[in-house]
């Protein structure tokens, strides 16, 4: 499991609304090609993983507004779950927010999941630090 934490200066409300909403995640995650919102809250995001375009069922897990978010994979052999912590600074006028990432495998995939975690973990700081840079801006 990779953890990280980065502080943003926008209120905690904007930070969780932006960072939670599945149609923005191509606007800071790089890997991210494109996301298809379901009627049920699902959600089908498309990632470039290893030059392959590869479709990923997932549903939020826990939505607590503005404070803490959850979502992970539904099926698939590498099952990603990640979690978005948001802390008020500054009497709430600026965020720090921790990002949380594991991975778990099904039957052989398993072995592929320390391949899988090191890659995440050199590229998620990067989406961080965009999703940073977009909200500041705003």
């Known amino acids: 499991m990779t953890a990280t934490t980065i502080e943003i200066d926008r ?10 909403d599945p149609a923005r995640f191509p606007e800071w995650q790089a890997d ?11 959600f089908t995001t498309v990632r470039r993983i290893a030059g392959v375009d590869r479709p990923m069922l997932q549903q939020v897990t826990r939505d607590e507004p503005p404070v803490r978010w959850a979502a992970g994979a539904i099926g698939g052999a590498v099952r990603p779950e990640a979690t978005i912590a948001i802390e008020p600074l500054d009497g709430g006028r600026r965020s720090r927010v921790t990002f949380t990432l594991d991975f778990t495998g099904r039957g052989a995939a398993d072995l592929l999941v320390p391949v899988v975690r090191r890659m995440a973990g050199r590229a998620a700081p990067r989406s961080y630090a965009r999703l940073k840079a977009l909200l500041e801006r705003r």
């Open 11 to 20: 209120p905690p409300a904007e930070v969780y609304a932006y960072a939670t």
């Open 32 to 42: 991210v090609r494109r996301v298809e919102v379901h009627p049920d809250g699902r």
